[in-house]
């Protein structure tokens, strides 16, 4: 067997070498009832071939692999040029983990600091780190950030948060005992600033947010104080709207999943996290730095290790143990190979589609967008009747769209969210209007 080196003789030898007669009876001392835990699936040894064959034969039950993609939520169906995963498939490339003597690995620590320079760059902070595992890990590891710094014990969240970034939040702050103070949304889908506490950490808002809206940044700041304002932002928006550094963010956090790496059923992921230099010690993660060797040669160094586990153990800023540096990678190569003026053309086609579609949506009878705020590329449409009946006949035609649950939750009933990219073409747009009754 592949993975197995040992035969079915060498087996026998060990286990007469230990007096045992079977590899079960090495596991006799654990409790059969936790021993049944394991198996709950009833599987059994099979062939190789055989597997590959079952794997197969599920993976053609995965209709959303064939549908056209009009879901969004946090993942996006993007393209991804040739050149990203061709490059990153290279051999010297393909590990997901940051060397533990990263200064033998200069490649990696290269593109580690040009990943954090784009970072930066893009959302026009000072400072970036080597990347988290996920936006939701970044933005819980930014909420932690605002209490070491602020210390007051409560955070304010916009409701307009996605929910499964929400469901992060709450973990790690139930873990590190730090409430959080829900902020309520207005009639056009932005946070309501007027519900944000005085004694706060930091507030929380997201934008675009979980309804398609961009949050207004203008004035923020200067309406919470010295709380720190942190922004979830979606990366490519920003090749379009100004960046939240612009507008005095503190921290910056996003999925870095639209640069360049596939939707894949939701993973692997890319956590994207920039703040300001005055803060720099308070950094989750890793920052890979330039310096000069004693020649005078340009080197790359692991420049602050903030877990620092080997040296502060409990008493470091963060517990994450590691970076999703083959997807930092993918998005290094990705924003180097559009450029600046090609991100730029892929926001504006993802506004530009996604604005004509809702404008078709809003003609036909029934259909209305309960929001008014400006909203990049997804958008909220209320139905005339169960969204459920009109998602599953979006689904028979060919089209995934998220289910209404997750909008039903944030408080907004009988609706589906659409999200649209620079893939989607005009006929699918016609086929999708088509099927939502607004066909010539």
Not at 21 to 49: C, I, M, T, Y
Not at 81 to 97: C, D, Q
Not at 331 to 353: D, F, N, P
Not at 355 to 377: K, Q
Request: proline letters at 5%.
């Amino acid at each position: 067997m592949r993975y197995i080196p040992n035969t079915s003789a060498d087996r026998r030898e060990m286990l007469d070498r230990v007096g045992l007669d079977s590899v079960d009876a090495l596991f006799a001392d654990v409790p059969q009832a936790v021993r049944e835990r394991f198996h709950p699936l009833g599987l059994e040894p099979q062939s190789e071939l055989d597997v590959a064959e079952h794997a197969s034969r599920l993976a053609a039950e995965n209709q959303a692999a064939s549908m056209t993609s009009f879901a969004g939520g946090g993942i996006y169906d993007h393209y991804v040029p040739s050149a990203v995963w061709n490059l990153a498939s290279r051999s010297e490339f393909v590990t997901a983990y940051t060397p533990y003597q990263p200064e033998i690995s200069q490649g990696t620590l290269v593109a580690m600091f040009e990943f954090q320079t784009l970072i930066a760059e893009l959302t026009g902070m000072e400072v970036a780190n080597a990347s988290l595992y996920d936006g939701a890990t970044a933005l819980a590891e930014a909420a932690l950030m605002a209490e070491r710094i602020r210390k007051r014990g409560r955070v304010a969240v916009a409701r307009s948060l996605l929910p499964h970034l929400r469901r992060v939040l709450q973990t790690y702050a139930w873990g590190a005992g730090i409430t959080l103070h829900e902020v309520p949304y207005d009639a056009s889908g932005r946070c309501d600033l007027a519900g944000v506490p005085e004694d706060v950490s930091g507030l929380i808002l997201q934008s675009p947010n979980a309804f398609g809206v961009i949050e207004s940044l203008e004035g923020v700041k200067d309406r919470i104080g010295d709380a720190l304002l942190i922004v979830s932002a979606y990366p490519i928006s920003l090749g379009l709207l100004e960046p939240p550094g612009s507008f005095d963010a503190d921290v910056v956090v996003g999925e870095g999943q639209s640069l360049g790496l596939p939707m894949a059923y939701g993973g692997p992921l890319l956590g994207l996290f920039a703040t300001r230099e005055a803060h720099l010690r308070q950094i989750p993660g890793r920052i890979a730095g330039q310096t000069v060797d004693a020649n005078g040669e340009t080197g790359y160094v692991m420049a602050a290790q903030t877990r620092e586990q080997h040296i502060r153990r409990n008493r470091a800023t963060s517990n994450i143990c590691t970076n999703s540096a083959l997807c930092a990678l993918a998005a290094t190569i990705y924003l180097s190979s559009v450029g600046a003026e090609g991100l730029r053309t892929v926001a504006e086609l993802c506004a530009s589609k996604a604005h004509a579609l809702a404008e078709r949506i809003r003609r036909i009878d029934g259909f209305e967008l309960p929001f008014d705020g400006p909203f990049f590329n997804e958008f909220v449409v209320r139905t005339p009747e169960d969204p459920e009946q009109v998602r599953t006949r979006l689904a028979n035609a060919g089209f995934l769209v998220e289910s209404s649950g997750e909008l039903a939750s944030l408080g907004v009933n009988r609706s589906l969210r659409l999200a649209v990219t620079e893939r989607r073409t005009e006929d699918e747009i016609d086929r999708l209007i088509d099927v939502l009754g607004g066909g010539s």
